[in-house]
């Protein structure tokens, strides 16, 4: 068992994760927000929709003028640092789960070489078994 090779597995293992888990968030649209929530969303209202709400959710505003200064201090002090909140407690969540996976596949390996190791020795010592060993 090579721990330094088991590091660098994991390290890689969850560089991957993260890297999945930043393209998922990157996309436009989520199973969540595709969810029936009684709202309807039609072009005509989301035209009417207030420059400061396009704004906060990164949109250019709809005079296609970027946002005004206490929108984007509002985005940058408080959605902003949310958003890298959930996204890094997301990661760890998922990084404890591949630990925990990759502990259990760990601890059945453990237990069948144990198995192994009982076999063999209930065979060696049998004084039965030895003209097969010498």
């Given amino acids: 068992f090579?721990?330094?090779a088991n590091k660098?597995?994991?390290?890689?293992?969850?560089?991957?994760?993260?890297?999945?888990q930043k393209e998922f968030l990157s996309q436009t649209t989520?199973?969540?927000l595709e969810a029936d929530d009684g709202f309807i969303v039609t072009s005509a209202s989301f035209a009417q929709s207030t420059p400061?709400?396009?704004?906060?959710?990164?949109n250019i505003s709809p005079d296609s003028q970027t946002?005004?200064?206490?929108?984007?201090?509002?985005?940058?002090t408080i959605i902003?640092?949310?958003?890298d909140n959930l996204i890094e407690q997301i990661l760890k969540d998922l990084a404890a789960l591949t630990d925990r996976d990759l502990?259990?596949?760990k601890r059945k390996?453990?237990?069948e070489e144990k198995e192994k190791d009982k076999t063999l020795s209930t065979f060696f010592g049998n004084p039965a078994n030895r003209e097969f060993i010498d």
């Fill in 2 to 4: 090579d721990t330094l």
């Fill in 8 to 20: 660098e597995y994991t390290a890689e293992q969850k560089q991957t994760l993260e890297q999945e």
């Fill in 30 to 32: 989520t199973p969540e």
């Fill in 52 to 58: 400061s709400m396009s704004a906060l959710s990164g």
């Fill in 67 to 76: 946002s005004d200064p206490i929108t984007k201090a509002v985005r940058e």
């Fill in 80 to 83: 902003q640092p949310q958003k």
């Fill in 103 to 105: 502990a259990e596949q």
């Fill in 109 to 111: 390996e453990i237990e």
